[in-house]
Structure formats: C-alpha cells, structure tokens
Nanobody, 126 residues
Framework: QVQLVESGGGSVQAGGSLRLSCVAS????????MAWFRQAPGKEREGVAG????????YYADSVKGRFTISRDNAKNTLYLQMNSLNAEDTAMYYC???????????????????WGQGTQVTVSS
C-alpha cells in the first residue's frame, strides 16, 4: 500500500497562495487516482480536487474552481495542489489520498480512497 506524506501548509493572509506537495513511497502513484481533501474543525472531510492516473480527468469542488490547481508528476511520485486567492473559508487540515477505480468510485467521497497522509495545516487570516 502506498504511503503518503504532505507538506507545504502554513499561515497566509487572505488573497495569498500556497503550494501543497504529497510525496508517495512504497508504490507508484501512477497506479492510483489521487486527490486532496480538507477538514475544518467541526466539519466533515471535503473532497477538494482529484486527478486520474494519467491526468486526463480532473475534479474540483465548486468552492475551489478557478482558484486551485491539482497536478501530478508520476516520475517523481508526487502530487501537488496550487492554491491561489486563498480566503478564510479555506482554513483546514489538507490531506492527500490515493485510490483505485471501482464502480462506486466518487471523487468527492472519502470512502473511495484507501490511502491517506497525515495532513498539513493551512490557515488563512483575513
């Protein structure tokens, strides 16, 4: 099973940018659909963005469309999330996730993913 480690979180003012990275080990991410989820205190885990194995299919939650960009480098076994125009509502713990397609797969569902990182905190001050 693939192991995932996120980095790149931090504190930023509203309107700023951050780039999250997720480095995988133990297996090649080329086998997996990859995604970023986030969870704010007291809220459910939310699917933010997802990308298919080759990058041809990309999913974004409505709340981040036009501001966030997900990408992957299978050769480096790394997933990225470029976050621009951040606002206070983006404050959350961000998690990297890996999963494989099955008939019930949904990009926005945490249960579609089997491997998770430990998370990286993003805090946006207004």
């Amino acid at each position: 099973q693939v192991q995932l480690v996120e980095s790149g979180g931090g504190s930023v003012q509203a309107g700023g940018s951050l780039r999250l990275s997720c480095v995988a080990s133990g297996d090649s991410i080329a086998k997996y659909r990859m995604a970023w989820f986030r969870q704010a205190p007291g809220k459910e885990r939310e699917g933010v963005a997802g990308i298919s194995t080759g990058g041809a299919t990309i999913y974004y939650a409505d709340s981040v469309k036009g501001r966030f960009t997900i990408s992957r480098d299978n050769a480096k076994n790394t997933l990225y999330l470029q976050m621009n125009s951040l606002n206070a509502e983006d404050t959350a713990m961000y998690y990297c996730a890996a999963g494989r397609y099955w008939y019930g797969f949904r990009w926005s569902s945490a249960s579609s993913f089997t491997s998770w990182g430990q998370g990286t905190q993003v805090t946006v001050s207004s």
